[in-house]
């Protein structure tokens, strides 16, 4: 489905990034893994892919640095020639209560979350204006559309993520690019794995299927929006979360 494309995975070295890294690569795709700390583990995800024999590459960059990030895309570019798919998964929590949040728990979060986001568009989209195609899928969250308590900075992130989509999607459409969301609801990940199990049984109650999501779930959602079966859907998020938003 994706033979020949080259897609860039930001935050791919664990967790959803990981997942959708495996399954692009597993439907085609040279995928280059983008990780900010344990090198270790992105290399284990480039070991899987071509173990399965899949092609991949490995490339750290902080996408919360604007100079890192026109490097990271230019090095990219440089190596194969061109971007046809972008997923902006990096991300970070630092959640609190809204009056004993630092303003550095704050900034860290959007920087990372949304202008990490920005960052990696604005880059890309001028190789992908080049080649008048491209998909571009940006990692929101439920929490982006509902917020939620002692996550205001994340909330706050993930819904400038939306909005920073539909626009991108507008600017971009007629040159044959399409810009879409993801909003993951509760996924088993090391995010989730901190929670105790009476706050996970909570929250399960509280979604139609009964369950937590796999990250394979979210990774069939971003295959399916980097696919040409995709290309008359533009500036939409969708929703992988149980049923927790209707």
Same mark, same amino acid.
Do not use: W
């Given at each position: 489905?994706?033979?020949? &494309?080259?897609?860039?995975? #930001?935050?791919?070295?664990?967790?959803?990034?990981?997942?959708?890294? %495996? *399954?692009?690569?597993?439907?085609?795709? /040279?995928? $280059?893994?983008?990780?900010?700390?344990?090198?270790?583990?992105?290399? +284990?995800? &480039?070991?899987?892919?071509?173990?399965?024999?899949?092609?991949?590459?490995?490339?750290?960059?902080?996408?919360?640095?604007?100079?890192?990030?026109?490097?990271? %895309?230019?090095? $990219?570019?440089?190596?194969?020639?061109?971007?046809?798919?972008?997923?902006?998964?990096?991300?970070?929590?630092?959640?609190?209560?809204?009056?004993?949040?630092?303003? =550095?728990?704050?900034?860290?979060?959007? +920087?990372?979350?949304?202008?990490?986001?920005?960052? #990696?568009? *604005?880059?890309?989209?001028?190789?992908?204006? *080049?080649?008048?195609?491209? *998909? %571009?899928?940006?990692?929101?969250?439920?929490?982006?559309? /509902?917020?939620?308590?002692?996550?205001?900075?994340?909330?706050?992130?993930?819904?400038?993520? %939306?909005?920073? !989509? &539909?626009?991108?999607?507008?600017?971009?459409?007629?040159?044959?690019? !399409?810009?879409?969301?993801?909003?993951?609801?509760?996924? =088993? /990940?090391?995010?989730?794995?901190?929670?105790?199990?009476?706050?996970? =049984?909570?929250?399960?109650?509280?979604?139609?299927?009964?369950?937590?999501?796999?990250?394979?779930?979210?990774?069939?959602?971003?295959?399916?929006?980097?696919?040409? =079966?995709?290309?008359?859907?533009?500036?939409?998020?969708?929703?992988?979360?149980?049923?927790?938003?209707?």
């Amino acid at each position: 489905m994706l033979e020949g &494309k080259i897609a860039v995975v #930001t935050g791919a070295s664990r967790g959803i990034g990981r997942a959708i890294a %495996i *399954r692009l690569a597993g439907e085609g795709a /040279t995928v $280059v893994i983008n990780y900010n700390g344990s090198k270790e583990k992105a290399e +284990e995800v &480039k070991q899987e892919i071509e173990g399965a024999g899949g092609k991949a590459a490995v490339c750290q960059c902080n996408v919360a640095d604007f100079d890192q990030c026109q490097a990271f %895309i230019q090095k $990219v570019i440089d190596e194969f020639g061109r971007i046809d798919i972008l997923v902006n998964n990096a991300g970070i929590t630092r959640d609190g209560l809204l009056m004993k949040m630092s303003e =550095e728990d704050f900034d860290q979060v959007i +920087e990372t979350n949304l202008k990490g986001a920005f960052h #990696t568009i *604005r880059f890309a989209s001028r190789q992908m204006l *080049r080649q008048k195609s491209g *998909r %571009i899928i940006n990692l929101s969250s439920v929490v982006g559309v /509902t917020g939620n308590a002692g996550q205001a900075n994340y909330a706050a992130s993930k819904a400038g993520v %939306i909005g920073l !989509t &539909k626009s991108a999607a507008r600017e971009l459409a007629s040159r044959g690019i !399409t810009v879409n969301a993801i909003a993951p609801g509760f996924i =088993e /990940t090391d995010m989730t794995s901190v929670l105790s199990e009476k706050v996970k =049984e909570g929250a399960a109650a509280g979604i139609p299927l009964g369950a937590f999501g796999k990250p394979e779930d979210v990774a069939a959602a971003a295959a399916f929006l980097a696919s040409d =079966e995709a290309g008359y859907i533009t500036g939409q998020v969708l929703h992988v979360d149980g049923g927790m938003v209707m």
